[in-house]
């Protein structure tokens, strides 16, 4: 039976703890609510609840902006593993300015809380972005992978190991912007910090390596062996290893090999597949070399794709393949080259037929589509484009809205007709998915 239970005047070290009131659960005393300020802060909504601390979007009020405020009570006392965690969380944060690494703003102790304000990152992880589109486009992945990787060698060059890496570690704004976060377990050298807290098996088991799963001593190659597993999660929609326990994934990632890349995405290009295995090879000595290796393996992927998309490519999606892309781009080409060719030979063969039997009639010529009948196809791909979020989560309803568009537009561009029968091909791939897999993969923490 569970006993709840308050607690008035709790003290710390002899003194009175400005929040006043304790909840007391089966003999164990939890941290009070934040109060709506602490510091000189304003807290406006929680964004995180995580295992160590909790964050809110809170506004600084001597400067007016947002931060993201991470708050640690002091009552009751936090463990000492727990409150160095944060600490050092801080500390790796003030030693690494990168432009995918957060900004600290101010850490300290006010009001009942160790807090630390850092920038505020206005957007979504990566993990819900697969969570709306069921999984993300290469090029996606390829922009997002290559930031990440960027972080993570600035990380290491100042001798930081971030032992999280995974989607929900990677923030991604509005504008494009990638922050890599999750620094709670990060690993480093720093005489200020003990060694203890390095001793355990830690991380989450979908994208652990398999030298932390052993307790091994780590190096940055584990932190690419992660970053490997986010890649392959971003583009399947789901981690290498999915299925059963906590232990059952940790010995997978040990002794089994995941599924190949290529067969569960066909359409992806060599050089982004042979990244990933070289990243999640299990002997780290035969891993790929370091973070600044494969971020620039990444951004020349991402440049390329940069350049296709220049070329008129959808830049929203799963885009088709490069051998696609560029064998349809030509074939568009010389088919209407092809049908403006016998266009322009029947106008000729016509009016020399004219000409001959001294006709007064002007043969008649094929009726041109109405312009008014061309808008509303293009506006109706347009829509069904900006709903494929919508799709990706229904589907059957995506399938329907796909098929019904080419039946009620049959003279529409051999292009859009092309992209939609590829739409129409990944939706049905993915209901064949559906039982095997269906919205389990919601429940991974990754």
């Known amino acids: 039976m569970m006993k709840v239970g308050?607690?008035?005047?709790?003290?710390?070290?002899?003194?009175?703890?400005?929040s006043a009131h304790l909840q007391k659960v089966d003999g164990t005393f939890l941290p009070p609510s934040p109060p709506p300020k602490v510091g000189g802060f304003t807290l406006l909504e929680k964004v995180y609840d995580g295992s160590i601390s909790t964050v809110f979007k809170a506004r600084q009020d001597r400067l007016g902006r947002l931060v993201a405020l991470k708050l640690l009570a002091e009552v009751p006392p936090p463990a000492d593993v727990i409150l160095e965690r944060f600490n050092r969380a801080a500390y790796v944060i003030a030693q690494t300015v990168h432009s995918n690494l957060p900004v600290l703003y101010e850490s300290g102790t006010a009001d009942g809380y160790h807090y630390a304000a850092l920038e505020f990152v206005a957007g979504q992880s990566a993990q819900e972005m697969v969570y709306q589109r069921g999984r993300l486009s290469e090029?996606?992945?390829?922009?997002?992978?290559?930031?990440?990787?960027?972080?993570?060698?600035?990380?290491?060059?100042?001798?930081?190991?971030?032992?999280?890496?995974?989607?929900?570690?990677?923030?991604?704004?509005?504008?494009?912007?990638?922050?890599?976060v999750g620094l709670g377990l990060a690993k480093c050298d720093a005489a200020c910090f003990s060694r203890h807290l390095d001793a355990r098996t830690i991380g989450?088991?979908?994208?652990?390596?398999?030298?932390?799963?052993?307790?091994?001593?780590?190096?940055?190659?584990?932190?690419?062996?992660?970053?490997?597993?986010?890649?392959?999660?971003l583009v399947t929609g789901r981690p290498p290893f999915d299925q059963g326990a906590p232990a059952a994934v940790m010995a997978k990632h040990l002794y089994e090999a995941p599924p190949r890349l290529k067969s569960l995405q066909p359409e992806l290009t060599p050089e982004f597949v042979e990244l990933v295995e070289q990243l999640l090879v299990k002997d780290p000595a035969r891993r790929l070399g370091s973070a600044r290796e494969a971020s620039e393996r990444l951004?020349?992927?991402?440049?390329?794709?940069?350049?296709?998309?220049?070329?008129?490519?959808?830049?929203?999606?799963?885009?088709?393949?490069?051998?696609?892309?560029?064998?349809?781009?030509p074939l568009a080409l010389w088919a209407g080259a092809a049908l403006l060719t016998l266009a322009a030979g029947a106008i000729l063969c016509g009016m020399a037929l004219w000409r001959l039997t001294g006709s007064t009639e002007v043969p008649a010529l094929a009726p041109a589509v109405a312009p008014e009948a061309d808008s509303l196809e293009r506006t109706a791909f347009e829509e069904l484009t900006r709903r494929e979020a919508v799709f990706a989560a229904q589907p059957r309803v995506g399938l329907d809205a796909w098929q019904d568009y080419l039946q009620?537009?049959?003279?529409?561009?051999?292009?859009?007709?092309?992209?939609?029968?590829?739409?129409?091909?990944?939706?049905?791939?993915?209901?064949?998915?559906?039982?095997?897999?269906?919205?389990?993969?919601?429940d991974l923490d990754f």
């Open 204 to 233: 989450t088991p979908h994208f652990m390596a398999p030298e932390m799963i052993r307790g091994n001593c780590t190096d940055p190659r584990s932190d690419l062996y992660s970053l490997g597993a986010t890649l392959y999660a």
């Open 6 to 18: 308050r607690l008035s005047g709790a003290t710390k070290g002899g003194r009175q703890v400005s």
């Open 139 to 180: 090029r996606r992945a390829t922009y997002i992978g290559w930031q990440a990787a960027r972080a993570l060698a600035a990380l290491h060059d100042k001798g930081i190991i971030h032992r999280n890496v995974k989607p929900k570690n990677i923030l991604v704004d509005a504008s494009g912007k990638v922050c890599l």
């Open 299 to 329: 951004e020349r992927l991402a440049q390329r794709f940069a350049r296709e998309r220049a070329e008129g490519w959808p830049a929203s999606g799963p885009e088709p393949s490069l051998r696609k892309r560029t064998f349809m781009g």
């Open 408 to 442: 009620r537009h049959p003279d529409a561009s051999a292009e859009r007709r092309c992209l939609a029968h590829m739409q129409i091909e990944r939706l049905r791939e993915r209901l064949r998915r559906a039982p095997s897999h269906g919205d389990a993969a919601r």
